[in-house]
């Protein structure tokens, strides 16, 4: 705990540094962007503090990474990891083997339990005899503590080594040993008793041993005791969490012990609290009537609104599970248990933590962007929506400012430049290209952007499109303009404004025609604009303005996305960018003499050669221009020092541009170099000066000082591992990577010997950063030395080295243009993917497979990868991904069909492994529904077998031939009400997907049309009582919209498909009237009330007794505590016999099962008691009983 406590605290001042030191680049780069000839005095002084700031911050992060490294390896990742393991690909998950059907997965998993135990050595003698011994040894020692530990401890070793040996104990005669440890008032011996009967339990009838000598009673009495007794309270933790891990083991644990967790878990100041807390979600999955009848589900349920908010979220998605079906769904409260998480934010208090705030509100997203939470939230005409959105009427700023950030969220608007540049208040100028930022989102996959097109449905957009229908059903249209309107707060505001012009966005490419039309007319906000004698009326037109103004360039900028993104060699948004850079550069190219030199003396190289002092944006300007032509390029090397002082600022060993730190300001120096050596390479006179300048050769002698074959060495090298990450010196191979993009730049390299040398240093284990550096930055268009390198290093480097090659391959496949363009260079790079598929490790093969599959989205690319003909058989399950894409082509059909992998595959998909996909895709949809920063899903439906199958004629006659549509359609027919039985939801969830994925192609249609199943999915997706159905049909409904023939059948049943503007069904399908889907009709809340009479029945006509049943009672009211106190202790010191009545004591456990009492209050009460009180008659263990 303390590890992880530390751990936080580090990460947070490591996101504190890294702040400080975006905040210095910035203002660096602002200081680097005047144009101003001279800075004064002031502008200096502040220059040179903020880069100490940055230094500063730069020293204080690397101390703290190295913290963080130092703690992390001390932890025990792996076994909180074990908890939240994540699937990487569906193919070898097996879901049906998992304990439980949902478990935590949150940081704090165990983190007040230390999970690791050391082993210790055991005698290598009969391990029979050596328990024998052990257990003589452990009754011999009773009496000295040390030794009783000692043996106590190695009998549990014993057992860790030979796990076996429980399988056929004695349990009577081991339970005496249990009893000695159990009854004793020393807190190490009865912390041996639980740990030892935890390594002993494997099955009920061995709980119900451990049952037998009053296991729950010393619990019950240990969750009691103080955090001095923390490692007894741990281990009695630790075996009721083994009691429900075994099979049915839920069972044996009694409401009694269930409330003792139930008040620890309440007692926040108890360090306990939080694992008591997770350990009460779990067993709801387990037992939710259990759980609910001692009361655990309120403390979960105020879990959501007051903490420990670290667990919060995924306490919320608990309850979400539980809504699923009928059966679990009585255990929560419609209307109200769930809403909860709402209070901190309807019920806003100015007063309030941030850190609550912000939990809360990814607690509420983290509910509306499930399926189950969605439905819920939509109850009762959607009341606990309606009053999110009312919150934003209310005249606080920091409220609106929560509920705007939850529907940033929620609507999955991600920022942006042009979302930062209007939240900051500044003028939107950028009307040219987007930054690369904008092109190259890094959250949308590596291949997202590229292969969409070639039928994979985003079924994320299918889900946002019906949040969004629901938001502007309760009019959040009318509201948000309401706010900008009234809103007296700049930034709540334009916050607004972005929003307003995010949904229009949103409802113009994913919602259904008739929504389009009536939101983008936004009539409220032009009514109170045409109202001139109204204050409003100032306030409506500008934001109007701001409206049309953000809309414009956010539908400018998605238009050159979408253009650069095409393949198209007509695309005359390039064309006419081309156009307007070539008029750029035959303006450059016809200046005169007199402005050409005036340029030349603007830029202050010729005049000094401090480069600090030099012009840099003129610099890029004769670079972009007037040195292109070849007269003014020569004249400027023959006449002038100009790019001999620019290429000696670049020369290594003047220790100038080497010798710069490596900031986000200084980038701009090595973009700088780059268009120096285009420029020289753009003509011949060029070409010759760069070839002689010491430059290459410098270059060459620093890759020299690593080469082990050169002769050279130098303690100190310029390409070190320190100077490449803290310095500019990485820019060099940025330099060689230009020239390798031209024929002679390349002859230069091989004068230079330096891809002699990078042969070399590929053999170096210890430096991979530097062949990492040359194959990020060269280019492979020309067959060559560049080509052979990265070869070699897929076949011979390290796994990290192949695995980034490999990873490397992907990319030149998805985003170098000037690849892709090439036929042969996509041939080669797939040819080296084909290669690594028999790489000896299999997370390269891994990487391999899924670089391919993905780059197999291309028709052509599919073609050329089958008509290499890679041998699959020997990845298993890994090979699944690539061999389902083969199935979309007739060639990689009938090369499949040569192994006799169809068939075998089409009854595995039948059988069992369409089962495994449905649990495998609602993982997958639970991640792509996530707002978090390092979501790597991008909802985009993984493949089907069946899905692949039918892009083929031969696929659709196989399946004729097969009949398992017949089939999947029978099924839906007949269970398509079902809401008990799991196995039958399952495997109808499993038809649905393989319905869908058939009908998701035009070869699909006839199968549908044939069957009359449409009509029968649409039924589910209305009226199935089963939420996560209803989703499911949901979600195929989508999938099938995609052609043109269902998208009209679907209308005629009420539902409406999206279209692009050229008439194309892009596969979002919603239903025209939303409520049919979202309707869910109120249930009954479970009654758990307890039979207070049987539960309080006097144990005799002790008037006594019953006065001290009638004052504990008592004590679960505030009311009547302190004077109930007071009486139970006159009680207690004037009649203590009464106290060691073991009946009086059993009535006085179900009372405090029965009521809910403070920890303080449970403590006092049970201590009033001995702590034996049940072992007082028991007798003790003889030795030389045999344990077997």
């Given amino acids: 705990m303390k590890n992880i406590n530390e ?8 996101d504190i540094e890294n702040k400080i030191k975006e905040g210095a680049e910035n203002l660096l780069q602002v200081f680097d962007q005047r144009t101003e000839d001279k800075e004064d005095e002031n502008h200096i002084t502040l220059r040179k503090k903020i880069e100490l700031e ?10 703290l990474k190295a913290k963080v490294n130092i703690i992390k390896s001390k932890t025990q990742i792996d076994s909180i990891k074990s908890n939240t393991k994540t699937i990487n690909t569906f193919y070898e998950q097996d879901t049906k083997s998992s304990a439980l059907p949902y478990s935590i997965s949150s940081k704090s998993v165990h983190s007040s339990i230390s999970i690791g135990e050391k082993d210790e050595q055991i005698e290598t003698i009969d391990p029979i005899q050596s328990l024998q011994i052990a257990f003589k040894n452990l009754y011999e020692s009773i009496h000295d503590s040390g030794q009783y530990l000692k043996h106590a401890n190695h009998l549990v070793s014993l057992f860790k080594s030979h796990p076996t040996l429980k399988y056929d104990l004695n349990w009577e005669a081991l339970g005496h040993h249990l009893q000695i440890m159990f009854s004793s008032s020393d807190t190490n011996k009865i912390s041996s008793g639980y740990r030892i009967a935890r390594y002993m339990i494997y099955d009920l009838t061995s709980i119900s041993f451990v049952k037998k000598f009053h296991v729950e009673h010393a619990i019950i009495r240990s969750f009691v005791k103080d955090n001095s007794t923390s490692k007894e309270r741990e ?54 009537a259990l759980i609910v009848s001692a009361g655990g589900n309120k403390v979960l349920l105020q879990t959501l609104s007051d903490g420990p908010f670290e667990i919060a979220n995924e306490v919320a998605k608990l309850f979400i599970y539980l809504l699923d079906t009928p059966a679990t769904r009585k255990f929560i409260r419609p209307k109200s248990d769930l809403q909860l998480i709402l209070s901190n934010v309807t019920n806003f208090r100015p007063i309030m933590e941030e850190y609550r705030l912000k939990y809360c509100g990814d607690g509420i997203v983290s509910i509306m962007k499930s399926w189950s939470g969605l439905i819920y939230m939509s109850m009762y005409d959607m009341q606990a929506i309606r009053s999110l959105i009312d919150v934003l009427r209310i005249s606080s700023s920091r409220s609106q400012d929560i509920i705007l950030d939850i529907l940033y969220n929620l609507f999955g608007i991600k920022s942006s430049s042009i979302t930062s540049t209007f939240l900051a208040g500044r003028r939107l100028t950028t009307w040219g290209r987007p930054s690369p930022s904008q092109q190259e989102p890094h959250n949308e996959g590596m291949f997202a952007n590229t292969f969409t097109e070639f039928g994979r449905n985003d079924l994320s957009q299918q889900f946002l499109a019906l949040i969004i229908m629901i938001f502007m059903d309760i009019g959040i249209l009318d509201t948000l303009m309401a706010v900008a309107e009234d809103s007296k707060d700049k930034m709540i505001f334009r916050k607004t404004t972005l929003l307003i012009v995010e949904l229009l966005h949103l409802s113009n490419r994913i919602l259904p025609l008739q929504y389009g039309v009536k939101l983008q007319s936004l009539p409220k906000l032009f009514m109170s604009a045409l109202e001139f004698s109204s204050e409003e009326h100032f306030i409506a037109t500008s934001a109007i303005l701001q409206i049309e103004s953000l809309n414009r360039i956010k539908m400018k900028t998605n238009f050159v996305q979408q253009k650069e993104r095409s393949t198209s060699s007509e695309n005359p948004l390039k064309r006419g960018q081309r156009q307007l850079e070539q008029v750029k550069i035959k303006l450059g190219l016809q ?12 830029t202050q190289v010729l005049n000094t050669k401090n480069y600090k002092k030099w012009r840099w944006d003129i610099v890029i300007e004769l670079l ?105 010196s990485s820019g060099y191979f940025v330099f060689l990577g230009t020239l390798s993009e031209n024929k002679d730049g390349i002859a230069m390299m091989e004068k230079w010997k330096i891809f002699n040398m990078f042969y070399h240093l590929t053999e170096l284990r210890s430096r991979d950063d530097l062949i990492l550096n040359f194959i990020i930055n060269m280019n492979y268009i020309f067959y060559g030395h560049p080509r052979i390198i990265l070869s070699k290093a897929l076949t011979t480097g390290l796994k990290d080295v192949r695995l980034f090659v490999t990873k490397h391959l992907g990319t030149l496949l998805s985003s170098n243009k000037k690849f ?59 090979g699944a991904p690539l061999r389902l894409r083969f199935l979309a082509s007739s060639t990689g059909f009938n090369y499949l069909k040569e192994f006799d992998y169809i068939e075998k595959e089409m009854d595995n998909w039948f059988h069992e492994q369409n089962e495994i996909y449905v649990n495998y895709i609602e993982n997958y949809l639970s991640l792509a529904f996530s707002f978090t920063k390092k979501n790597e899903f991008d909802g985009l439906i993984p493949p089907h077998f069946y899905g692949e199958i039918i892009k083929t004629s031969e696929g659709c006659q196989l399946l004729k031939n097969k009949g398992h549509f017949e089939y999947f359609v029978s099924n839906i027919f007949k269970h398509k009400d079902e809401y008990e039985d799991k196995n039958i939801i399952l495997h109808l969830k499993s038809s649905l997907w393989a319905v869908g994925n058939i009908g ?64 194309i069904p892009i596969g979002i399908c919603v239903p025209k009237d939303i409520k049919k889907i979202l309707f869910l009709e109120p249930w009954n809340y479970y009654s758990c009330l307890s039979d207070l ?43 203590p016999e009464e106290f060691k009545s073991l009946d009086l004591y059993k009535s006085v456990l179900k009372i405090l099962t029965s009521y809910r009492y403070q920890q303080p209050i449970r403590k006092f009460i049970l201590e009033m008691f001995p702590s034996d009180i049940f072992y007082q008659n028991s007798e003790l263990f003889d030795y030389n009983k045999s344990v077997w």
Avoid at 54 to 59: G, T
Avoid at 591 to 602: A, G, H, S, Y
Avoid at 637 to 643: A, H
Avoid at 1097 to 1123: P, R
């Fill in 54 to 63: 940055l230094d500063a911050a730069n020293s204080k992060i690397a101390k």
């Fill in 820 to 878: 892709t363009k090439n036929t042969k260079s996509i041939e080669w790079a797939i040819s080296l993917l084909v290669t690594q598929l028999y790489d000896p490790c299999i997370e390269v093969c891994q990487m391999a497979v899924e670089v391919l599959e993905k780059a197999c989205y291309d028709f052509e690319n599919l073609q050329y990868t089958v008509k290499l003909r890679p041998a699959l058989e020997h990845l298993g399950s890994i």
């Fill in 591 to 602: 200046i005169d003499d007199i402005r050409f030199r005036t340029l030349l003396l603007d």
């Fill in 1093 to 1135: 009479e049987e539960n309080i029945k006097l144990v005799s006509k002790n008037i006594i007794q019953d006065e001290i049943l009638k004052i504990i009672t008592d004590l679960s009211s505030n009311i009547f505590v302190t004077k109930a106190l007071k009486s139970l202790s006159r009680i207690k010191s004037k009649y």
């Fill in 1000 to 1063: 998701s192609h035009n070869n699909g249609f006839p199968f549908l049309e044939n069957s009359g199943v449409i009509s029968e999915i649409i039924h589910i997706a209305e009226k199935s009582q089963v939420i996560s159905l209803r989703g499911t049909a949901f979600f195929v409904l989508g999938l099938i919209s995609i052609t043109m023939s269902v998208s009209q059948i679907l209308k005629q049943h009420g539902w409406i498909s999206v279209f692009t503007s050229f008439g």
């Fill in 235 to 288: 281990q009695a933790l630790k075996l009721i969490r083994t009691f429900y891990g075994i099979k049915d083991g839920i069972s044996e644990i009694s409401k009694s012990v269930v409330s003792a967790i139930v008040s620890l878990a309440e007692y926040t100041k108890d360090k306990m609290s939080l694992i008591s807390i997770e350990t009460l979600a779990e067993m709801l999955i387990l037992d939710p």
């Fill in 624 to 728: 972009h221009g007037p040195l292109l032509n070849p007269k003014r390029l020569e004249e400027s090397i023959r006449s002038t020092k100009f790019i001999k002082r620019l290429l000696s600022f670049y020369l290594p060993f003047n220790y100038k541009f080497s010798n710069i730190k490596q900031t986000k300001p200084n980038q701009r120096y090595i973009k700088i170099g780059r268009m120096i050596f285009t420029t020289l390479l753009a003509n011949p006179e060029g070409i010759r000066y760069l070839s002689d300048s010491k430059l290459l050769r410098q270059i060459s002698e620093c890759l020299a000082q690593l080469d082990p074959l050169s002769g050279v060495s130098c303690p100190s090298p310029l390409f070190s591992k320190q100077r490449l990450e803290e310095t500019l």
């Fill in 7 to 14: 751990l936080d605290e580090l990460m947070n001042q490591l």
